[in-house]
């Protein structure tokens, strides 16, 4: 079958055109696509089916043509994914299976209606305004490091670590310990640090990441739209804009009285065939 290989911020995908849903994804093909050594390899699998053919997708058909099945690169599903959503608008738009109308572009997914927007390189689109719910800590090799928990449609804890802690220095190479009866179907966790001044004076935060379901990665755009929530609140505000640089490059996240828009590169860079066995 046809697939295509994109990115947004090197958070990479492999999109899978299923226009009728016809295809049996399982778990297990997912991670094998997903496998850097021995597949195609990717953070997370995107397909591409009709609203109205994916039963998580089927009450969004009258506001969507397409829903973005996303699935973790261990085979798990998320609710929501926010450099994903923005491939996979790319996608839409370089295919024609979508045109560029006057108004924003509507994608379903298991987390509701996301809208896009295109401005050249950039795709941005509108999630929900993050809620953040609850203190926690992550244990990272021995430190415990304070966060707090956020709802982004997926879960997060954003952890900025304490004066002296050196962000590239942390290991993430095995997943943080997190409290289970608080995230009982697991959780992002995001580690930050204050980045230098930008212009306008917006905070501008570094953020490294540890995905549920998909490890550490170069970015994540639901990731990034907790992590500004965070860094607004510790300002004192409610609204506002924060940059985010991630390993990957940088990501812009807009904070406004009810949603969040997240807005970065979005690019496709291969195309070809696999046999799915
Ligand atoms: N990289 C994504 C988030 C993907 C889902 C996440 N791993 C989860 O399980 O919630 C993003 O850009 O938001």
Redesign the pocket.
Known sequence: MEFTKGH?TA?DFVILPDPDGALDLTPEKVAAICDRRRGLGG??VLRVVRAARHPDGIALAGEAEWFMD?W?SDG???????????VFVRYLLDTGLATPGDGDLPVATRAGIVHARVAGDAVAVQMRRPRLYAASTAALGGLALPGTAVD?????LVCPLPAGLDLAGLDLTRAPHVDEDLFPH???VEFTAPGDAVDGGDPHVLMR?Y????AE?L???????AVAAVALYDAGRETGTVAVDVPGGRLTVTVDEGSCW?SGPAVLVATGTITLV
């Open positions: 947004g958070n953070d997370g996303y973790n798990s599903f998320a609710e929501m994914c926010g450099n994903g959503t923005r982004v449609g997926n879960p997060h697991g959780v992002n990441v995905e549920r379901g998909s990665t970015s994540c755009g639901t990731g990034a739209c997240l």
